[in-house]
């Protein structure tokens, strides 16, 4: 297919706050060795006094518009993939116009949970498909410190807060983004669930039982249905443009569990150089978990022109898509 965004600039802030799994051996009844071993996950990083999703996502974005040598008046679009934002209203994506000050562009969240930057870089790309020449900032931003039940051994350990960016224009040339796809099944809502505070249940902490104004999940369950998911829609996204794993140049999934993604790795039959991973460092940061990969994968040279990326997501809902890049 002809390639339709291209990401001409990259970013990602974190806080400055280490939270290691020797800090979670304090506060639950869980151990270090546990949490290497079922998950990879050594430390990750929580906001502090000061620091806010729109700020992260802020400094992320103006990393990316740096690199991109895009000015915020430039920008046509603003899309942020939170479940975690500031406030129900406004947006964060607003929150981060202002800041910008990127007057001429529109702002919108969008919620579609670990998959949300996947998902916003699709919307982004079917923009630039019809009109080239504009721009898209698109952003993966969280913090799930803040809904994270910090008594529950089962959760608390997993999520780390952090933003990351790209801005997208058209693409000139045969780079860029050659497709994605897009999927969910609500049949399996149950199974990861931030209940309390929507509108079902607004005055926080009286309707329902404490645990349900957290993260809850199932977790075998959810393990199982990432690993089937992200596998599909791996080999979607492949057959699709008529890829085989071996022409791919780096894979980049959400980084929710190391065993997750080993398993991807070897239904693909790549080594491991291949499969980006950094969630020892900091969890799992839902939607910003790709483009903070990314912006790594960018910075440590990992990524040359002409290369074939391509990028996983699965999360709560559930969600999961994919995204095939010609860098
Ligand atoms: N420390 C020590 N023991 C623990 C901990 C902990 N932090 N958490 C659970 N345990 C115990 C359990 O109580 C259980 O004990 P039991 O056998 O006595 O009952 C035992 O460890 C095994 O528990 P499981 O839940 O079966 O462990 P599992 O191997 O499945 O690992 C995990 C749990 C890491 C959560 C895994 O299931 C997982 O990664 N799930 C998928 C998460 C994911 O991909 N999320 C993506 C979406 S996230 C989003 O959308 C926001």
């Not at 607004?202 to 369950?221: A, H, N, S, T, V």
């Amino acid at each position: 297919m002809k390639p339709g965004a291209m990401i001409i600039g990259t970013g990602s802030a974190l806080p400055s706050r280490v939270l290691t799994n020797r800090d979670l051996e304090e506060m639950v009844d869980t151990s270090d060795e546990w949490i290497v071993q079922r998950t990879g996950i050594k430390e990750r990083r929580i906001v502090g006094p000061g620091e806010s999703n729109s700020k992260l996502a802020v400094e992320a974005a103006k990393k990316a518009l740096e690199e991109a040598r895009v000015s915020p008046e430039e920008l046509d679009l603003i899309i942020v993939g939170t479940l975690t934002p500031d406030y129900l209203m406004p947006s964060v994506a607003v929150l981060v116009q202002k800041e910008l000050g990127a007057v001429r562009a529109g702002a919108f969240d969008l919620s579609a949970t670990c998959s949300g930057f996947l998902y916003g870089l699709s919307v982004a790309d079917q923009y630039v498909r019809v009109a080239p020449e504009r721009k898209i900032l698109v952003i993966g931003s969280e913090v799930l410190s803040t809904k994270v039940n910090w008594e529950d051994r089962t959760t608390c350990v997993l999520f780390g807060d952090g933003a990351g960016a790209v801005v997208v224009t058209g693409s000139r040339d045969d780079r860029g983004v050659l497709s994605t796809h897009l999927h969910a099944d609500g049949s399996l809502w149950h199974l990861l669930t931030l209940k309390g505070c929507g509108s079902l249940y607004p005055p926080c902490g009286k309707e329902l039982p404490r645990e349900e104004y957290f993260i809850r999940m199932q977790g075998r369950e959810v393990f199982k249905n990432a690993v089937r998911a992200m596998e599909t829609v791996a080999l979607e996204a492949l057959e699709s443009n008529g890829v085989q794993p071996e022409d791919l140049a780096l894979v980049i999934p959400h980084q929710a569990n190391r065993r997750i993604i080993e398993a991807l790795r070897e239904r693909l039959g790549l080594p491991p150089e291949k499969v980006f991973v950094n969630l020892h460092k900091y969890g799992n940061t839902s939607a910003a978990s790709i483009p903070i990969a990314l912006d790594e994968a960018v910075r440590e040279k990992r990524l040359s022109p002409g290369d074939l990326v391509l990028m996983v997501a699965f999360g709560g809902g559930f969600t999961w898509a994919s995204a095939l890049i010609r860098w």
